[in-house]
């Protein structure tokens, strides 16, 4: 499957680009396959019982074609589609299988299972379009720019197209109103953060206590993987998010308690729309980074916060905590920024499998760990694993940049450890996340 960003990437071409290289205005639409798995040719033997009203004593049916539960249906259905595509002239990503173009017509493709996301003009849209129906049975699910409709769904994010020529992206809001629901939280007043900064003794004291019984358990959990995917969208409950979700396997009273704290938090922040405004083409992936040394009082392990963006667009936010435990700031903050680097060039090349070559930036607010990417070998670090010293080679190489970024201006901060009320609506708003309120256009209504 393709990561999120690259449909955040679409819409932010969308925003930026405008038109495509014949002058044509651009659209983003979305096609759904019908029975998508059942397009496929079997590979193997497969054999499945008879539906009902044609069993017949001691017989089985042989599938000729694949069919949705079983193993290799999704592989098949990827070579199937991906086959039909580069007959077509569409020329496949290396990076991302998923991902196709058509230089000659200027058409970005993205495939998320059964589901066809596609970039390109009206003779671009047509000519997808065309070669959909020569095999497969589908529906437009949605198709918005400025000749058509304002909004449509995407992965359960209402995507909208505006007057101005800007989009917006939005995670469907009542996965927080679910939270808030069944938290038992509705008409309680909001707070201003989702999380605190917690004493190593109140961490201590709660560490013993035993975990919760199988129903609450399981409530936590599923409140968690709600607060989790809303928190792929936005950037000021990652860090809470990250921290809840580390105690799914044996949540406590406690646990329970901070969960709480972020459905509070949803009270007075229940909407975040990711804005990309109409701007400049920009040829220039810049990922932000930075890290909490020893955040986690109990193991001692650092977070990593990444934040990328073209231009004044923001495609990825990401708040998770190191696997090696670092022993100083600066060593951490050489991790995160290794980090960094790995998903810019995940980014750059999914831009390159789309035909657009871009240059990448990494901030970091880190004289030690900037110093220590830029020379080579260990140096003092001795007993850093050589694993994290490729970064050196690509910097030596020319084939990434690292700057330096003021630490008040670093919006990775805001993905690393639990910050203020000031600086939490400073750095959303740096990143073009907007909070609202009120029932989002093209949301459905949450069943009572």
Not at 46 to 72: I, N, R, W
Not at 282 to 295: E, R, Y
């Amino acid at each position: 499957m393709p990561p999120l960003e690259a449909a955040k990437i679409l819409c932010s071409l969308l925003a930026s680009k405008r038109t495509s290289k014949s002058g044509k205005l651009l659209k983003l639409a979305l096609y759904d396959i019908s029975r998508a798995h059942f397009y496929g040719e079997s590979q193997r033997s497969v054999y499945v019982t008879l539906p009902e009203g044609d069993e017949s004593e001691g017989k089985c049916a042989l599938l000729h074609k694949t069919m949705y539960g079983t193993q290799d249906a999704s592989h098949v259905w990827q070579e199937h589609y991906s086959r039909k595509l580069i007959e077509k002239g569409f020329v496949q990503g290396q990076a991302w299988t998923s991902v196709f173009t058509h230089p000659e017509r200027d058409v970005m493709l993205l495939v998320h299972g059964d589901d066809f996301l596609v970039l390109g003009d009206e003779d671009g849209q047509k000519y997808l379009k065309d070669t959909l129906s020569e095999h497969y049975d589908y529906r437009c699910d949605g198709c918005i720019g400025p000749e058509d409709n304002q909004h449509m769904t995407l992965l359960n994010r209402i995507v909208t197209y505006h007057k101005d020529g800007s989009v917006s992206f939005e995670a469907d809001p009542r996965h927080a109103e679910m939270i808030i629901r069944q938290l038992g939280l509705e008409g309680s007043k909001g707070i201003s953060t989702p999380g605190e900064k917690k004493k190593l003794s109140d961490v201590v004291a709660t560490s013993g206590l035993p975990p919760m019984n199988a129903e609450r358990t399981t409530l936590f959990r599923s409140l968690v993987m709600r607060a989790q995917f809303l928190g792929q969208d936005r950037a000021d409950i990652a860090e809470s998010v990250k921290s809840l979700t580390r105690k799914m396997k044996s949540p406590t009273e406690a646990d329970f308690k901070d969960l709480k704290r972020l459905g509070r938090y949803l009270i007075g922040k229940p909407r975040v729309v990711n804005m990309f405004e109409a701007q400049r083409d920009s040829k220039v992936i810049k990922v932000f980074c930075d890290s909490d040394h020893a955040g986690c009082l109990l193991t001692r392990r650092s977070t990593t916060g990444l934040v990328i963006t073209i231009g004044r667009h923001t495609i990825k936010t990401t708040s998770n905590l190191q696997s090696t435990i670092a022993l100083s700031s600066g060593e951490s903050e050489f991790y995160a920024l290794v980090r960094a680097c790995a998903f810019g060039l995940s980014v750059q090349a999914l831009y390159r499998d789309w035909g657009l070559e871009m240059d990448l930036v990494v901030a970091s607010d880190s004289s030690a760990a900037r110093g220590t990417a830029s020379r080579r070998g260990l140096g003092k670090l001795r007993h850093v694993q050589t694993r994290y010293l490729w970064i050196q080679e690509r910097v030596a190489k020319n084939e990434l940049k690292i700057v330096a970024v003021g630490t008040k201006q670093n919006v990775a901060d805001l993905c690393t450890k639990p910050v203020n009320k000031d600086t939490c609506e400073k750095h959303m708003k740096t990143l073009g996340q907007i909070f609202a309120t009120g029932k989002a256009s093209g949301a459905k209504a949450l069943e009572s």
